[in-house]
């Protein structure tokens, strides 16, 4: 590719309902994009599922778009960058912000899969054609109230396999309300970070209700202590926000911490990291699954395309609109049947509704 100019969107996507947590709460899913103009005409584009505030991972929207601004986006302009090498060495000394890596990173494939007429999940060498995709069934209020909201999803929507987040209080008496309705439905839990240590006989009550998988149940940055729990609990750990390297993965997975990872490309550095990420595992018997930060349709896309890869086992977290979102700025949304993804179905689905993107852009900065 040959940079000539870029522009930076910062867009307010409408979500179906208010997504709470203790510092903000948001009807609207700020989402950074970036446009990339090839010398030769064509447009690669690229999406950061960051957050406006560093709750969930360290980096945030308006950091991204410093870092594009001020840095990233002049040390690309009018060079020849022709490998995912060339362009990993560009920000080879910029420390962490892998999300950040990964707008510019995915505008690159974008252009990559339009210059040679591939599909992402060709270029990433993805061998499967259908991929699982399972929705996450978010905490209530309290205990009666979660227990009801989860069993009315699974009671309405009989899904082939869930994931039900958990937290102190509400936990094995959630799991045994589901278990006791649906003693064989496929189910994993994910903890996101809100135990520690000394609730392990949580988790040994845990390890008896035949679960997939226990997500994240220690600190966020965190592999020792899962590696001393992973030892006394039969249930495979998957860890999700320790993983936020290549290096990472290799020092967690030589202790022994997890036994599957939940891989989201853009915590590790982008979509070819996911992809080494993935191969590390699958030597070392680790299955992964794809996890989701609710991105735009556009960035489903791209998560849909690395979850061909054949160490991709487990049902992946796709964000799909009609679950998360009002509205989106694709022009087709991407098809779903019965928990099924056809990606082979997603290949021509890469257009941008400009009207849309336009309509939700809150602020845009052009370089050249
Ligand atoms: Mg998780």
Request: charged residues 25%.
């Amino acid at each position: 590719m040959f940079i000539t100019k870029a522009e930076i969107y910062k867009i307010y996507l409408p979500l179906k309902e208010p997504f709470r947590i203790s510092v903000t709460s948001m009807t609207n899913r700020e989402i950074v994009l970036i446009k990339l103009y090839d010398k030769n005409g064509l447009i690669g584009i690229g999406e950061s599922a960051n957050f406006d505030y560093p709750f969930y991972e360290p980096d945030f929207n308006d950091g991204t778009i410093h870092l594009l601004k001020t840095y990233l986006i002049p040390a690309i302009l009018n060079k020849k960058i022709d490998t995912i090498e060339e362009l990993e060495a560009v920000y080879k000394l910029m420390r962490g912000n892998n999300f950040t890596k990964t707008v510019i990173e995915s505008a690159f494939w974008h252009l990559k899969s339009q210059q040679t007429g591939k599909p992402l999940r060709k270029l990433w060498g993805g061998t499967k054609t259908k991929i699982p995709a399972a929705i996450s069934i978010g905490l209530g209020v309290d205990l009666k109230d979660t227990i009801k909201r989860v069993l009315r999803y699974i009671d309405t929507f009989a899904p082939e396999r869930a994931k039900v987040k958990i937290k102190p209080g509400i936990d094995v008496k959630l799991i045994t309300a589901i278990r006791d309705r649906y003693p064989d439905l496929p189910l994993f839990v994910d903890a996101n970070s809100a135990y520690t240590l000394k609730d392990i006989s949580i988790f040994k009550e845990l390890d008896e209700m035949d679960l997939l998988m226990i997500e994240q149940p220690l600190s966020y940055n965190d592999i020792v202590d899962h590696s001393i729990l992973q030892k006394q609990i039969r249930t495979p750990i998957c860890l999700d926000e320790s993983i936020n390297s290549y290096h990472t993965a290799e020092q967690a997975i030589s202790i022994g911490a997890c036994k599957i990872i939940n891989i989201k490309p853009q915590r590790v550095g982008g979509y070819w990291q996911a992809k080494l990420v993935s191969e590390l595992a699958a030597q070392n018997n680790i299955p992964v699954w794809c996890g989701g930060m609710i991105e735009s349709g556009w960035g489903q896309l791209f998560n849909c395309h690395i979850s061909t890869l054949s160490n991709f086992k487990y049902a992946n977290d796709i964000c799909l609109t009609k679950w998360y979102f009002a509205d989106d700025i694709l022009q087709r949304e991407i098809p779903e049947k019965n928990g099924i993804i056809d990606v082979t179905k997603t290949d021509n689905l890469f257009k941008i509704d400009e009207a849309k993107l336009s309509k939700y852009t809150v602020a845009k900065i052009t370089t050249s």
